[in-house]
């Protein structure tokens, strides 16, 4: 063969590659992260009941999904939690990722799945009083990967480090009608891609794991509204979440509001308390009739509550136990993502939290 010859396959070669890879990158951009992940609470009682914590108050958290519920507490407290996932061990690298020093080996091993994987950690600290809630959160971390086509690997990657702080205050309107307002305000640095692993491969491939940063502003209302005599005392609630605004745009952290409506029941029961609810949570990126709405439940008997949720793409099961000042629990949570091979994948997940009371 000569060396002109060599020289043209080499060429249509380089050029096949190019296109091919330019495609499946596009394509794989379809590729969603799911918006409960990134704009979600990454503590026990959310995990469970998903969006169904708007609509009930129950478990140990921080401070209450919906504000309207802060108007409930009866004593001062100071809580402090840690929750994280089983894919911990990503820790480390991701951090090395956000902060720079990743190298060759950090990538391999955070890219060596071919199924997705996330992970989440967290740590918060709140102060609780009657109509009152604070709470810090210095360190929440989450990681979310799709690996493509194993011939070709096509990689979308979202790695994110926060801080946030939430303020509560609310009150009651007569005897049936709670109020509550959240202010919160969040920093992040994070990268964010969809990227080929041959990219990352080349000499600038390190643009692809550049930081950016983004730090927003929310004003999120709630309303809660209870019949307290009627038998099983339903309740009715709404929220309003992500009102506010961002100093950068990003597809990966969505600025768009979402409403949440929802009802809860309380079946009588012979042992123990039960609560029954639903809710629906409606914002721009709604793509099936389906897709908001959420039905929960939680049954607790003496030191032990059991939880669980169901959406359209996703559950979630688990308990959680409290002793004296002391509470822990494990969560297991199960979604599906569509490639855009229009296979589902699924992503399962095991959570921890730890925290007390003062």
């Not at 499946?24 to 799911?34: D, N, Q, T």
């Not at 990134?38 to 009930?56: A, D």
């Not at 108007?71 to 902060?99: H, K, M």
Request: some cysteine; aromatic content about 12%.
């Amino acid at each position: 063969m000569s060396v002109k010859s060599l020289s043209k396959e080499m060429l249509l070669a380089a050029v096949s590659f190019t296109l091919i890879s330019g495609l499946m990158a596009s394509l794989a951009k379809a590729a969603p992260i799911p918006r409960d992940l990134t704009l979600g609470r990454s503590e026990s009682t959310s995990k469970l009941l998903g969006g169904v914590c708007y609509t009930t108050d129950t478990g140990r958290q921080a401070l209450p999904c919906n504000p309207a519920f802060i108007s409930r507490e009866t004593d001062p407290d100071f809580r402090a939690q840690f929750f994280a996932g089983n894919n911990i061990s990503y820790l480390r690298d991701v951090g090395d990722l956000l902060s720079g020093d990743g190298n060759e080996e950090t990538v391999d091993r955070l890219f060596s799945q071919s199924r997705p994987a996330e992970m989440e950690a967290n740590i918060e600290g709140a102060y609780r009083q009657p109509m009152f809630g604070i709470a810090f959160s210095p360190y929440r971390v989450l990681y979310f990967t799709a690996i493509r086509n194993k011939a070709l690997p096509i990689v979308t990657l979202l790695a994110s480090r926060e801080q946030s702080l939430r303020v509560q205050f609310g009150s009651y309107m007569g005897d049936d009608w709670s109020w509550g307002v959240q202010l919160r305000g969040v920093r992040r640095e994070y990268i964010g891609q969809t990227f080929s692993l041959a990219d990352a491969a080349v000499e600038n491939g390190s643009k692809i794991f550049e930081t950016q940063t983004q730090s927003a502003v929310y004003v999120e209302p709630g309303l809660l509204k209870e019949w307290t005599e009627a038998k099983w005392r339903p309740q009715m609630t709404f929220a309003v979440t992500q009102l506010g605004a961002v100093d950068r745009k990003t597809d990966y952290f969505p600025a768009s509001p979402a409403l949440h409506v929802g009802g809860a029941i309380h079946p009588e029961v012979s042992l123990g308390s039960w609560e029954i609810g639903v809710n629906a949570d409606f914002h721009s990126e709604t793509k099936n009739w389906a897709d908001p709405f959420r039905v929960g439940t939680s049954y607790e008997l003496g030191v032990t509550r059991f939880s669980g949720s169901a959406g359209r793409s996703d559950h979630a099961l688990g308990f959680q136990v409290s002793y004296n000042d002391f509470y822990g629990g494990l969560t297991y949570t199960s979604r599906w993502i569509k490639n855009w091979f229009g296979s589902d994948e699924w992503v399962r997940t095991v959570f921890f939290e730890f925290g007390f009371d003062l």
